[in-house]
């Protein structure tokens, strides 16, 4: 079996190269078992989808296919099916799983202050952890956000120190523990 994930940027890619090992089973590898796919934004992956999909049904192996995508400002149900649109009249027997990252990547980071207390030791998360404002931080702007507590902050370079040390369990976006349930119901009933 392999895994296909379709993500929408870079950084996504970069996080998820340190998040998974920690959520797959053990026997599950990167680039033997699963692959990572980052594309140049919304257009190009949606653009990418259909292609995707026919090559991934010409493989002599069962595949299953994961698309991550970033809210933004849509209407999270609409881009879903939109995103389901894409898939279903293709897939034959491919399983796939859609994830909606509520707003953006930032918010899973801004779910888990303490993290990012460890990942930038200048940032003090007791200042902001218990506000009002970020105790959904998928309500948020996050990249935003992110840039004014932590202006050092930058995508890619933020992904890759966060990722190994995000908090699984406790993470205060609901987005993040939809992805991390989601992908082992997805992995359990198709592996």
């Excluded at 010409?58 to 881009?79: A, E, H, K, R, T």
């Excluded at 207390?117 to 959904?136: D, E, T, V």
């Excluded at 930058?154 to 987005?175: C, F, H, L, W, Y």
Aim: charged letters at 25%; aromatic letters at 10%.
């Amino acid at each position: 079996m392999r895994i296909e994930f379709l993500l929408e940027e870079y950084s996504m890619k970069v996080f998820l190269e340190n998040l998974l090992p920690r959520i797959l089973p053990e026997n599950i590898k990167l680039n033997e078992h699963y692959f990572l796919r980052s594309h140049e934004g919304k257009s190009d992956l949606k653009k990418s989808i259909p292609h995707k999909i026919r090559a991934f049904n010409n493989l002599n192996i069962p595949v299953g296919i994961v698309i991550l995508q970033d809210q933004d400002s849509n209407d999270c149900i609409l881009l879903k099916k939109e995103l389901q649109s894409l898939c279903e009249p293709k897939c034959n027997n491919l399983k796939y799983l859609i994830r909606i990252v509520c707003r953006e990547l930032e918010s899973w980071y801004l779910g888990d202050m303490d993290t990012l207390q460890m990942a930038y030791p200048k940032f003090n998360s007791k200042k902001y952890k218990n506000k009002a404002k970020f105790r959904n931080p998928d309500n948020l702007n996050s990249y935003d956000e992110i840039k004014r507590i932590i202006p050092l902050f930058q995508k890619v370079e933020g992904a890759r120190i966060i990722s190994p040390i995000i908090t699984i369990e406790n993470n205060k976006s609901t987005s993040f523990g939809q992805f991390v349930n989601g992908l082992s119901i997805f992995i359990q009933n198709n592996f």
